[in-house]
């Protein structure tokens, strides 16, 4: 079956460490502790790369960037973005829309969203009103609720060029 428009979901969670810097969307956001990972953990762009992957039916972040190569050891994840954006060129497909939800306590991110749409759509070629980002809190409930942990899913829309 030759499909003309697929579509995927990501997710991914980070737990929160002191000591590090907040990366959401490739925006650094300024808070008390950051997310801890090999790469710069950003918890948004892994969610849309898994989505993608997952839309071409091509496996997930951990198999095409594994945490076990020094070359991914704090890189920025909008590089990874990029060589995702690579695989879907090569198979003829783009992005129609992305859409992320964040799930953290703290801190509010309304005011960097629109970087961070930006940083995406850029990368994927597409106009930033394709990129959908909205966040809600846990209410306080289990380890995201406490603020131990951030998470972001995210679903992609692909299609046939
Ligand atoms: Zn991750």
């Given at each position: 079956?030759?499909?003309?428009?697929?579509?995927g979901i990501g997710y991914d969670i980070h737990r929160f460490v002191p000591g590090r810097k907040l990366?959401?969307?490739?925006?650094?956001?300024?808070?008390?502790?950051?997310?801890?990972?090999?790469?710069?953990?950003?918890?948004?762009?892994?969610?849309?790369?898994?989505?993608?992957?997952?839309?071409?039916?091509?496996?997930?972040?951990?198999?095409?960037?594994p945490d076990t190569d020094p070359k991914y050891k704090d890189i920025s994840s909008l590089k990874l973005?990029?060589?995702?954006?690579?695989?879907?060129?090569?198979?003829?497909?783009?992005?129609?829309?992305?859409?992320?939800?964040?799930?953290?306590?703290?801190?509010?991110?309304?005011?960097?969203?629109?970087?961070?749409?930006?940083?995406?759509?850029?990368?994927?070629?597409?106009?930033?009103?394709?990129?959908?980002?909205?966040?809600?809190?846990?209410?306080?409930?289990?380890?995201?609720?406490?603020?131990?942990?951030?998470?972001a899913y995210a679903v992609a829309l692909i299609s046939k060029k």
């Amino acid at each position: 079956m030759n499909m003309q428009v697929k579509i995927g979901i990501g997710y991914d969670i980070h737990r929160f460490v002191p000591g590090r810097k907040l990366v959401l969307g490739g925006v650094d956001v300024p808070h008390s502790k950051g997310l801890s990972g090999y790469s710069d953990a950003d918890i948004i762009i892994h969610a849309v790369c898994d989505a993608i992957l997952g839309a071409l039916g091509e496996g997930d972040i951990g198999l095409h960037f594994p945490d076990t190569d020094p070359k991914y050891k704090d890189i920025s994840s909008l590089k990874l973005l990029k060589k995702v954006q690579g695989m879907l060129e090569k198979k003829h497909f783009k992005v129609g829309n992305i859409d992320v939800m964040l799930l953290l306590e703290a801190p509010k991110i309304a005011f960097f969203k629109d970087r961070m749409r930006s940083n995406i759509s850029k990368i994927l070629k597409i106009a930033a009103a394709q990129v959908s980002i909205n966040a809600t809190t846990a209410e306080g409930i289990g380890e995201i609720g406490r603020g131990k942990a951030a998470a972001a899913y995210a679903v992609a829309l692909i299609s046939k060029k």
